[in-house]
């Protein structure tokens, strides 16, 4: 497994300091991941909530889990104990059932907002009115055991370099006012292996990384 080894020192090297790396994990086997920790990297993440507590104790407690994928509400209770950062809140019915099971344990915990900036209509995200109406709701203190950290996003899986680039400018946008109005906000998630070089260009300061450091997921 010394190629994950390898990606990682490269990848490290291509990325500026400031920019962190997020492993994506989702459907590698044990020994791919094992490898990734033991090269040092902490920081992982997983789409779905199943396959992510099946792993979670099968590996060292310093590893940091993040939530990349669409979250269930039914699935909320399971993550809230130990999830490092969820960075696909997509619905205001999502923040209050974080809110709520956040403030049974009691924790607070680190999300960012998903926004929608792909054109394609699969993709996962709050449109312009529906983040509004969920970053006011959390402004005027609606839930107390959220932290809100920044935003996320995916763009359009294409071939066209200069549309990728277009929707990563509106989310940089939408980050830079946020900062605006809530200077402690410090992520912005967006970049995979096809196009984290545009994105750290935009102003990417994590990129979500899976075959460009595990390799092909295995089918
Ligand atoms: C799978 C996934 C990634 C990583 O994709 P790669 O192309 O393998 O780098 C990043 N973000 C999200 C939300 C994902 O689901």
Do not use: C
Not at 20 to 35: D, F, G, Y
Not at 177 to 186: A, H, I, N
């Amino acid at each position: 497994m010394s190629e994950v080894a390898d990606n990682l020192r490269r990848l490290r090297s291509e990325i500026p300091a400031q920019v962190q790396l997020l492993a994506v994990s989702k459907r590698q086997p044990h020994e791919r991941i094992q490898a990734a920790y033991d090269a040092g990297q902490r920081d992982f993440g997983e789409n779905k909530v199943q396959e992510l507590l099946d792993k979670v104790d099968t590996f060292p407690d310093d590893l940091r889990w993040h939530l990349i994928g669409h979250l269930q509400r039914n699935k909320v209770k399971f993550v809230v104990p130990f999830v490092h950062l969820i960075h696909s809140v997509d619905s205001l019915r999502l923040m209050n059932e974080i809110e709520k099971q956040a403030a049974k344990i009691p924790r607070i915990i680190p999300v960012l907002l998903q926004l929608r900036i792909a054109r394609e209509e699969s993709k996962f995200g709050l449109d312009q009115e529906a983040y509004e109406e969920v970053l006011t709701a959390y402004l005027q203190g609606h839930f107390p055991h959220i932290e809100l950290k920044g935003l996320m996003g995916m763009a359009t899986n294409t071939e066209d370099q200069a549309q990728i680039r277009e929707e990563f400018k509106l989310l940089a946008d939408a980050y830079q006012d946020l900062r605006e109005r809530r200077p402690e906000v410090s992520v912005l998630s967006m970049g995979m292996s096809g196009d984290m070089q545009i994105a750290i260009e935009e102003g990417s300061n994590m990129v979500r990384v899976g075959t460009s450091v595990f390799g092909p997921r295995p089918v």
